[in-house]
């Protein structure tokens, strides 16, 4: 399905010429739930910015379907049907919820199916279809939205980048109880989520690690995660011996 070879992505700023991703290769088949995983700084929202074409790469090439999308923008790549969830999702001061879910859907959606997209976001569909997308929604609720309306559009592939982000403990169960209902229903499609949670971590089919800019470790859930969590939790201790020191 998406396939990226050899993607290089260098920027210049203030401190100089610095190299984000080195080489970075992988590829997300068909019907699976991915997971990139990673120490903040190490580029994974970057990988997920360069899928979506929000960013273009220094080198290398990505391929959707068998297609060179490598210079392809977001609308295009959102017309072949890759879905991009941003960390913050954008408020929209006098659209409603139902116009929101229309606009995704590209067609005129009909109540019913509006309150379904909401239901299966765990929303209750009368409190939210004539809402407007704005500051009064809370970030777990704009975040359960964002899916509804990835839901609506029903893409190949949806990436989600840091979907726990500003929301709380119970909009995050909520959140996991939504993807967990993604992860069995998903077939030809994809999803792609850049999460350190472990929650999420454990619903994955497969987990990529990136870090310093580079894949460190890439396989199926079941090999990677017991190796992270191993990781933490050596590390956890090495903390307490040092504060004991």
Known sequence: MLELKNIRFDVDDDAGHVDILKDVSFAIPEGKFVVITGPNGGGKSTIAKLIAGVRRPTGGKITFDGQDITDLDITQRARLGISYALQQPVRFKGIQVI????????????????????????????????????ASLSGGELKRIEI??????????SVFDE?????????????????????????????????????????????????DGKI????????????????????????????RG
């Open 99 to 134: 116009d929101l879910l229309r606009i995704a859907a590209g067609r005129e959606l009909s109540v019913a199916e509006s309150c379904d997209y909401l239901s299966r976001v765990g929303l209750c569909a009368r409190d939210y279809i004539n809402r407007e997308v704005n």
């Open 148 to 157: 509804a309306t990835i839901l609506a559009r029903g893409t190949r592939l």
């Open 163 to 211: 979907p726990e982000a500003g929301i709380d403990l119970w909009s995050f169960q909520s959140l996991i109880r939504v993807f967990e209902e993604m992860r069995k229903s998903i077939e030809r499609s994809s999803i792609l989520v850049i999460s350190h949670q472990e929650r999420i971590l454990e619903i994955a089919d497969e987990i990529i690690v990136v870090a």
């Open 216 to 243: 460190s470790r890439h396989g199926p859930k079941d090999e990677v995660l017991p190796e992270l969590i191993g990781t933490a939790s050596a590390l956890s201790s090495c903390e307490r011996l040092q504060e």
